[in-house]
């Protein structure tokens, strides 16, 4: 059994959600495909303000839900579904879902990417209650208090002196005994006063009371001792990993994962196939960036439908 579709988007952050409402708008009655998380990164985003239009904050899967509601006002189908395979060799395109096959003229791809964790159970328990993985989103909340980030390259270094706007103190926490950042950023890191590095030392545990983050333990990477820092705020900087596993081998991505567009559209290597979002934007990775280009990608997809027509 299958079901065929004019166009298919994979992803229901706010690049999927926004290039479902466009193409509804379209007539192209697309299927989103929602995934194992529906709303993506923003669903685990307490507070967001930087969002235009919401002057008070909103919160995230607030803001997911009402994206959701305006692309279905306009005729998106959802599938609570996961994306376990492609076909993209040969149109219509084949997805399947487990044992679920859609085919699909066009393909929108908004996969997103995940931040990468430590992988101790205390970073989850505290998530959205001092822990972040996003200095741009949530370092306002900080003002006046210490906080720690952990990593050592380019976005670690650019977080931790982002964060010296709101914060008193920003503690550099890396493995090593120097950073894989480029010289420039290092160079604003060291001449911050509110920047502190601590060195050979990972984070074990995330302390807190229940409510909110108190504090880090560290374990020296040379010696294994251990010792506690105080601090109400962990922001972990280790970078992000494109959800693109599953177009391994059917579409063009650079040597992380993401997917590669041909600029300045949001076409990927095979036609027919467009990507919007953070699976093909290691720079920005803003919720408005990702709405923007699901906007274009949904225009692509439309126009491109048009050109082989299929209206």
Sequence with gaps: ?????????????????????YASRANLAPLLLEGMQPGGQLTITTDVENYPGFPEGVMGPELMEKFKA?????????????????????????????DTLYTADAVIVATGASAKWLGIPSEKSYMGKGVSACATCDGFFFRGVEVAVVGGGDTAVEEATFLTKYANKVYLVHRRGELRASKVMQERARANPKVEFVWNAVVVEVLGDGKAVTGLRLESTKDGTKRILPVQGFFLAIGHEPNTRVFKGSLAMNEVG?????????????????????????????????AGSGCAAAIDAERWLGEHGVH
Excluded: N
């Design 258 to 290: 993401y997917l590669k567009v041909q600029s300045p559209t949001t076409r990927t290597s095979v036609e027919g196939v467009f990507a919007a979002g953070d699976v093909a934007d290691p720079t920005y990775r803003q919720a408005v960036t990702a």
């Design 1 to 21: 059994m299958s079901q065929h579709e004019k166009l298919v988007i994979v992803g229901s952050g706010p690049a999927g959600y926004t290039a479902a409402l």
């Design 70 to 98: 305006q692309a279905e006002r306009f005729g998106t189908k959802f599938a609570a579904a996961e994306l376990t395979r492609v076909d993209f060799s040969k149109r219509p395109f084949q997805l399947w879902c487990e």
